[in-house]
């Protein structure tokens, strides 16, 4: 059964996206931890980080310093961090987080609730 991602890249589910190539596309999170915050996911759906290929593994990491550097330049931030958890969705994804303090990055407290107005404002700005 596809997972949600899956569904989010054959176009069954509508996203906020941000940047996209033929191996990896980035959308905003629905319930993000701060305004900016990013899912990078490749198209190939694995379900483990570590079991992606070495080439993969690269090229995901290349797409997302990609996707972090359109962030930086449209949301105000310290820097962008980076998580990688794994266990709320069974397709790879990388969390990009705008960051100004270390408690941005704290999975255990309440997310941000945005209207589709600000999603759309938000993913303008990083999308360019």
């Known amino acids: 059964m596809p997972t949600i991602f899956s569904k ?3 176009g069954d589910i509508p996203c906020h996206k941000v940047a996209e190539d033929d191996r990896h596309i980035a959308f905003l999170d629905v319930k993000p931890l ?7 996911v490749p198209k190939r759906e694995t379900d483990y980080i570590f079991d992606l ?3 993969e593994l ?3 990491h290349i797409f997302a310093k990609g996707v972090a550097a359109k962030i930086r330049a449209a949301v105000e931030c310290k820097r962008v961090g980076v998580a990688v958890v794994g266990l709320e969705v069974p397709h790879v994804h990388i969390h990009l987080i705008p960051l100004d303090a270390i408690d941005d990055t704290n999975f255990a407290r309440p997310r941000l609730k ?13 999308a360019g």
């Open 8 to 10: 989010i890249i054959a």
């Open 34 to 40: 701060k305004r900016g915050h990013t899912l990078v």
């Open 53 to 55: 290929e070495d080439d």
């Open 58 to 60: 690269a090229a995901l």
């Open 114 to 126: 945005l209207s589709q107005e600000e999603f759309e404002e938000i993913r303008q700005k990083i």
